[in-house]
């Protein structure tokens, strides 16, 4: 379902949810919902993939700074193996939402499914490049992860984890290879199965 809105006039109150970390290997997956401020625009929002690192990092204080409200939230490496990714998503969403100070009076969700929520939501696809409270959340949701993998870097090391940020990328797959699956792995997904499998 697509809405039919000018997101540039959404009413107030609404929160903007999005999700980083659905594809790594190994990781949370991170969510942020974000309800922002009119009385304080911030300028420059827009997908977090389409920006500069620096830029990011700078909007990333700035949205914490001005906007009405503001949450981070995950699902751990454990729930993603239980779970499935798509669901432990919607139950880090989920946790973005009523983590939030101020409740929403409408969620909009990036994708094209929206988790079970206490409040309306509806999903926008595309919407971190439509939806300016998408666009922060995202922003919020990929700083928050991209810092914690590098910090993981340092307690993983050989795996590159603060350059592919946990994606299975030919760097990642050689070390893993090499060096086998860390806790931080998911099991549950196939190249670290695969080796946990062929190991047995």
Not at 41 to 50: H, R, V, Y
Not at 178 to 195: D, Q
Request: charge should be neutral; include cysteine.
């Amino acid at each position: 379902m697509q809405l039919g809105l000018d997101f540039s006039l959404v009413e107030e109150c609404v929160a903007g949810v999005d999700e980083v970390g659905r594809g790594p290997l190994c990781g949370p997956v991170v969510t942020a919902a974000v309800i922002l401020d009119p009385a304080r625009p911030i300028l420059g929002l827009n997908d977090s993939k389409k920006l500069s690192e620096a830029r990011r990092d700078a909007l990333f204080d700035e949205i914490r700074e001005k906007a009405l409200a503001w949450c981070i939230a995950r699902a751990e490496v454990e729930e993603i193996d239980q779970l499935n990714i798509l669901h432990a998503t919607m139950l880090a969403m989920q946790r973005a939402v009523e983590g939030l100070s101020v409740t929403p009076k409408l969620a909009l969700i990036d994708g094209n499914r929206c988790p079970k929520l206490k409040v309306p939501a509806a999903p926008v696809v595309k919407g971190d490049s439509q939806v300016p409270a998408i666009a922060a959340a995202s922003i919020l949701a990929k700083v928050s992860r991209d810092r914690e993998m590098v910090e993981l870097d340092a307690r993983y090391p050989g795996y590159g984890i603060a350059g592919h940020k946990g994606y299975p990328t030919a760097v990642h797959l050689e070390a893993l290879r090499r060096l086998g699956p860390t806790p931080i792995h998911r099991r549950s997904f196939g190249p670290v199965r695969e080796l946990i499998e062929g190991v047995r």
